[in-house]
């Protein structure tokens, strides 16, 4: 599966951006998701994971309350709903594929997309 991500910017700490990712091909279905991010000089790290069919949603502790994962599988399309955002928010956003459910884990993601960036000022 490809996927393309977009949806990122620069926001006001307590903003919002909402994040988007499209997958090309028919087995989007067939794949939990995840979001990872990425800030400068720091290794990338897990922020947010959905099941294949959307009933099961995970996050890392430093987003929960504040980031909403979801899925329309008829769209092709994975969500990061991103609340109250703070500066340490900042990084490149990546959404990726898994079949995998050590869905923290960048390793057992097979397919990437080319990141977006957020941006979160003080």
């Known amino acids: 599966v490809q996927l393309q991500a977009s949806g990122g910017g620069l926001v006001q700490t307590g903003g919002s951006l909402r994040l988007s990712c499209a997958a090309s091909?028919?087995?989007?279905?067939?794949?939990?998701m995840g979001w990872f991010r990425q800030a400068p000089g720091k290794e990338r790290e897990f922020a947010a994971a959905i099941s294949w069919n959307g009933d099961s949603t995970y996050y890392t502790d430093s987003v929960k309350g504040r980031f909403t994962i979801s899925r329309d599988n008829a769209k092709n399309t994975v969500y990061l709903h991103m609340n109250s955002l703070k500066p340490e928010d900042s990084a490149v956003y990546y959404c990726a594929a898994t079949t995998s459910r050590n869905f923290n884990q960048p390793l057992q993601y097979k397919s990437w997309g080319q990141g977006t960036q957020v941006t979160v000022s003080s």
């Open positions: 091909g028919r087995t989007f279905s067939s794949y939990a």
